[in-house]
């Protein structure tokens, strides 16, 4: 008899660790610095899409072509004086033990800068219950783009999976990769917003998260 093999996907930015409005504020200050004024509350709503989508998407395509990358390099600037106040989301290493001691495979699949996400593996002890950990740095396009779900799967060698985030984008990639999303409100987002891109139920903490892991639905 063939066991099938089922993974839990965890983003890690705004699900696991608590950055989303860090992130906002890093590139308000970043746009202002090329003399781009966009709302906090916008940006706020393109995080968790990978950095090299979110200046065109926030700012427009001329952003990007004339600071694009200029932008990118002063908010790792300026995250990198806020990273060490970064704390985990309450129930997060826990989260992740749960998962492992349920017999499903542990991945992370971020958009998140690859050093950072480093940072936040050892914040979160995540090393001892996850078998991969894929960032922005190992795909061609991040979220909403479907690269990371996959490349995490095919990391794994596993026949289903599960993806869950906190942000719309994160929705939007595990629609496109073919797999079954649900969201924390952990982010920020609402719940209204995350159903309708996507998530087949939503969560307002992880530790709720933690007590519905057996019925998760895995595609």
């Known amino acids: ?115 950072h996400v480093e940072h936040y593996l050892e914040l979160l002890r995540a090393k001892e219950f996850a078998q991969t950990w894929s960032t922005s740095g190992d795909v061609e396009s991040s979220k909403p783009a479907p690269d990371l779900v996959r490349h995490a799967m095919d990391e794994l060698a596993v026949d289903e999976a599960v993806l869950v985030g906190d942000s719309v984008w994160d929705c939007r990639a595990a629609v496109r990769a073919g797999v079954p999303c649900i969201a924390v409100r952990t982010g920020g987002f609402s719940a209204a917003e995350l159903t309708e891109a996507g998530a087949e139920a939503v969560y307002d903490s992880l530790p709720e998260l933690a007590e519905a892991l057996p019925t998760l639905p895995f595609g």
């Open 1 to 115: 008899m063939t066991t099938v093999k089922r993974a839990v996907l965890y983003d890690v930015d705004g699900t696991l660790v608590d950055t989303n409005y860090h992130h906002a504020l890093c590139w308000f200050r970043a746009m202002r610095s090329r003399g781009i004024t966009v709302p906090i509350w916008h940006l706020h709503r393109a995080i968790g899409m990978g950095g090299d989508r979110l200046v065109a998407h926030v700012a427009g395509d001329s952003a990007e072509k004339e600071h694009g990358d200029e932008l990118r390099r002063r908010w790792k600037v300026e995250y990198d004086q806020l990273i060490d106040e970064v704390v985990a989301i309450e129930g997060a290493t826990e989260l992740l033990a749960a998962t492992r001691d349920r017999d499903l495979v542990v991945g992370l699949a971020s958009s998140g800068d690859p050093a």
